[in-house]
C-alpha cells in the first residue's frame, strides 16, 4: 500500500478551471515512471467512476462524461499526476480520487471538488 496524496481541490464556480494534483510517496519515487495512473470520482449516492487515466507511454483516456473538458497528465520528474479539468459543471461535484492502477493498486484519501454558483 502506498499513499497518495491528492490536492487541489475546492469550490468552483460553473465554467471555471481547476487543476488537480497527485504526489506520489517518497518510496515510490525511483519507480513511479513504471506506473500506470488514473483519476476516479465519487459523488454523493454514486458509485466511483472513472476520469481519467494514463499509462507508462502516457497514452490517455477519459470517461465519456469529461471527454474534450479535463486533461490528465504526469510528470515523471515530479512523481506527480495532475487532472487539468476546464468547462467545470455542477454535475463534476464529487470527491476526486488518485490511484495507482498498474501492478499495484493503490488509491489516495481523495480531494473534494464541488461545482457551484
Known amino acids: 500500500q502506498v499513499q497518495l496524496a491528492e490536492s487541489g481541490g475546492r469550490l468552483v464556480e460553473p465554467g471555471e478551471s481547476l487543476r488537480l494534483s497527485c504526489k506520489a510517496p517518497?518510496?515510490?519515487?525511483?519507480?513511479?515512471?513504471?506506473?500506470?495512473m488514473a483519476w476516479y470520482r465519487q459523488a454523493p449516492g454514486n458509485e466511483r467512476e472513472l476520469v481519467a487515466s494514463?499509462?507508462?507511454?502516457?497514452?490517455?483516456k477519459y470517461g465519456d462524461s469529461v471527454k474534450g473538458r479535463f486533461t490528465i497528465s504526469r510528470d515523471n520528474s515530479r512523481k506527480t499526476v495532475y487532472l487539468q479539468m476546464t468547462s467545470l459543471k455542477p454535475e463534476d461535484t464529487a470527491v476526486y480520487y488518485c490511484?495507482?492502477?498498474?501492478?499495484?493498486?493503490?488509491w489516495g484519501q481523495g480531494t473534494q471538488v464541488t461545482v457551484s454558483s
Open positions: 494514463i499509462d507508462t507511454d502516457r497514452i490517455e
Open positions: 490511484k495507482v492502477t498498474s501492478p499495484i493498486e493503490s
Open positions: 517518497r518510496a515510490i519515487f525511483s519507480v513511479f515512471s513504471t506506473y500506470d
